[in-house]
């Protein structure tokens, strides 16, 4: 949790390469989305072409590389994104602002880019998440898609547990998908 608080202070060209590494994980994984952060880093986020970018993702074996190529492309015009996410009052208005103006950003990307850059408030509500969430009566099945409003139901249910046992719902979130994976990526 301090690496991502840490990335919170870091400037606007890092956070814009951590929006594009949560563009990237979208149907797909957050292993393959570090490799190609580390492979561009945050200029090549900035500065290659869509045609470069196209090239770079489909190499390393990103399934959606058109696609993706084009949501960064398009990111840039949000390359000041830190100013941007720090002028809202709270991390809701943040989360449903990424929602709504981030082409490939949803309610889980848009959760994930705000813990990684130090919000604490939010939960990652991926397929891990939810398999436990059922495994252990939170919910009754997992939802085959989760628009903002069935997100934010969710996401309570794991506040409030986050609240009974003491810790914020970032920590929680990431300690269950720790719990369910065996590791911790970002």
């Given at each position: 949790m301090r690496e991502f608080k840490n990335l919170g202070s870091e400037d606007n060209k890092h956070w814009f390469s951590e929006l594009?590494?949560?563009?990237?994980?979208?149907?797909?994984?957050a292993k393959l989305g570090?490799?190609?952060?580390?492979?561009?880093?945050?200029?090549?986020?900035?500065?290659?072409?869509?045609?470069?970018?196209?090239?770079?993702l489909r190499k390393a074996g990103h399934r959606f590389?058109?696609?993706r190529a084009q949501y960064i492309v398009e990111a840039r015009k949000f390359a000041d994104i830190k100013a941007i996410i720090t002028r809202f009052e709270g991390t809701g208005q943040a989360r449903d602002?990424?929602?709504?103006?981030?082409?490939?950003?949803?309610?889980?990307?848009?959760?994930?880019?705000l813990?990684?850059?130090?919000y604490d408030d939010v939960a990652i509500l991926?397929?891990?998440i939810l398999s436990l969430m059922r495994e252990h009566g939170l919910i009754c099945r997992t939802p085959r898609t989760l628009g903002m409003k069935k997100y934010l139901t969710i996401e309570s249910r794991l506040k409030e547990l986050a609240k009974r046992v003491g810790v914020s719902l970032g920590e929680l979130d990431l300690y269950l998908w720790y719990t369910k994976t065996g590791e911790v990526l970002k």
């Open positions: 594009c590494f949560c563009i990237l994980t979208a149907n797909s994984t570090i490799k190609i952060q580390r492979e561009l880093g945050a200029d090549g986020f900035l500065t290659f072409s869509r045609m470069a970018l196209t090239r770079a590389y058109n696609t602002w990424l929602v709504k103006n981030v082409l490939g950003i949803g309610p889980k990307e848009a959760s994930h880019f813990r990684n850059v130090g991926d397929r891990h």
